[in-house]
């Protein structure tokens, strides 16, 4: 191996590591943003994860996801709150939290393979991976609280926040890449 293709490889492999820290340092950052509409707050943390899902890869997407969700299970304050531990894991946001590793999975996933580019498709993505976090936000609430109130209160009053977040990211990536590619 050549000295150029040494040093190539390890910035390679430089790259990789950062934008998987990249990933959970913006899912970090989302978990902090809080939209105090009554009655229940909302976050950009499925911003992030929606983001996450258009860009990344499928492997570097759940990297992203399990640092972030390992550091905060280590007790850092990386979840809603500057909360961490691993009580949040169990707590009623951990069907959510779950949902965000399978859903920008999904999204990285089909997009790659099916090669979906553009804003309707993107848009798609995004409803497709915010009702999977819902789906699994849901089956955890239940168990907790039973499934009438697990959809009153842990899906009803996101619906529209969520559409509406949907439609300004997949229109501020088109926005970006027009800019981006003059």
């Known amino acids: 191996m050549s000295v150029l293709s040494a040093i190539q490889s390890k910035s390679k492999i430089m790259n990789e590591i950062m934008v998987v820290v990249g990933g959970a340092i913006l899912l970090f950052a989302a978990s902090q943003v809080e939209i105090p509409i009554k009655p229940i707050s909302i976050t950009l943390q499925t911003v992030a994860v929606m983001l996450i899902g258009l860009t990344y890869s499928p492997r570097r997407a759940v990297e992203s996801h399990l640092l972030w ?24 946001t951990a069907g959510y939290i779950a949902g965000f590793v399978v859903s920008t999975y999904l ?13 309707v498709y993107e848009a798609l993505l995004c409803l497709m991976g915010t009702g999977i976090i819902y789906t699994f936000g849901v089956l955890w609430l239940s168990y907790l609280v ?12 996101f619906i ?23």
């Open 146 to 157: 039973g499934f009438s109130n697990a959809v009153l209160y842990g899906v009803v009053p």
């Open 160 to 182: 529209l926040p969520g559409i509406i977040k949907a439609g300004l990211l997949c229109t501020g990536l088109q926005i970006l890449r027009h800019f981006r590619h003059g």
């Open 69 to 92: 969700i390992g550091l905060g299970a280590l007790g850092f304050p990386m979840f809603y709150g500057f909360s961490g531990g691993l009580h949040v894991l169990v707590g009623p």
């Open 107 to 119: 999204m990285a996933t089909l997009r790659e393979k099916l090669f979906l580019k553009g804003w």
